[in-house]
T-cell receptor, first 111, second 109 residues
Framework: DTGVSQDPRHKITKRGQNVTFRCDPI?????LYWYRQTLGQGPEFLTY????????KSRLLSDRFSAERPKGSFSTLEIQRTEQGDSAMYLC?????????FGPGTRLTVL | GENVEQHPSTLSVQEGDSAVIKCTYS??????FPWYKQELGKGPQLIID?????GEKKDQRIAVTLNKTAKHFSLHITETQPEDSAVYFC????????FGAGTILRVKS
């Protein structure tokens, strides 16, 4: 059983650039979630998918953020025109029933 | 909206002692409460959970209690070991997880 994987693990970008992160969930899990975590805080919900349908988006998810899960398997999170405030750990989780399993995260640094 | 308060923010214990972390939630409709352990540079790891139809659950040195009337739930770690040192998060789950702010646990050997 391979767990949730995320790529890349680290990303450094300049302000104004676009970045895209990928998440591969546990294979039989139909729900996939994105969270953002800043230093010293708990993860904050961004959005989630059931299969390929995006069912909920947080108010934290500005129009610069977009997420997809085109075939109900892996998901991508894109941030356009990055800002320094976007610097954070972006976490992906998946589940089949109550109980979400997290990946190692992608650490984004915006210079 | 949903809110989870977690206390204490930091906790230092001597190896072998017990550690208790407490959380309070606001959403009466929540019925699933997981606890996560997060080590530096890693994603949160689910360590134990409890559903609202159960008052207590135990897994080796870890136990969780739930008081649904008071909207409190707690994590108990007995016989702490240095490898228990990490940040612990409680959460409530109503479709999405709402996390507490975390507790930094330091186990001194």
């Amino acid at each position: 059983d391979t767990g949730v994987s995320q790529d890349p693990r680290h990303k450094i970008t300049k302000r104004g650039q676009n970045v895209t992160f990928r998440c591969d969930p546990i294979s039989e899990h139909n729900r996939l979630y994105w969270y953002r975590q800043t230093l010293g805080q708990g993860p904050e919900f961004l959005t989630y998918f059931q299969n390929e349908a995006q069912l909920e988006k947080s108010r934290l998810l500005s129009d610069r953020f977009s997420a997809e899960r085109p075939k109900g398997s892996f998901s991508t999170l894109e941030i356009q025109r990055t800002e320094q405030g976007d610097s954070a750990m972006y976490l992906c989780a998946s589940s089949l029933a109550p109980g979400q399993f997290f990946g190692p995260g992608t650490r984004l640094t915006v210079l | 909206g949903e809110n989870v308060e977690q206390h204490p923010s930091t906790l230092s214990v001597q190896e072998g002692d017990s550690a208790v972390i407490k959380c309070t939630y606001s959403d009466s409709a929540s019925n699933y409460f997981p606890w996560y352990k997060q080590e530096l540079g890693k994603g949160p790891q689910l360590i134990i959970d409890i559903r609202s139809n159960v008052g207590e659950k135990k897994d080796q040195r870890i136990a969780v209690t739930l008081n649904k009337t008071a909207k409190h739930f707690s994590l108990h770690i007995t016989e702490t070991q240095p490898e228990d040192s990490a940040v612990y998060f409680c959460a409530e789950d109503g479709n999405k997880l709402v996390f507490g702010a975390g507790t930094i646990l330091r186990v001194k050997s």
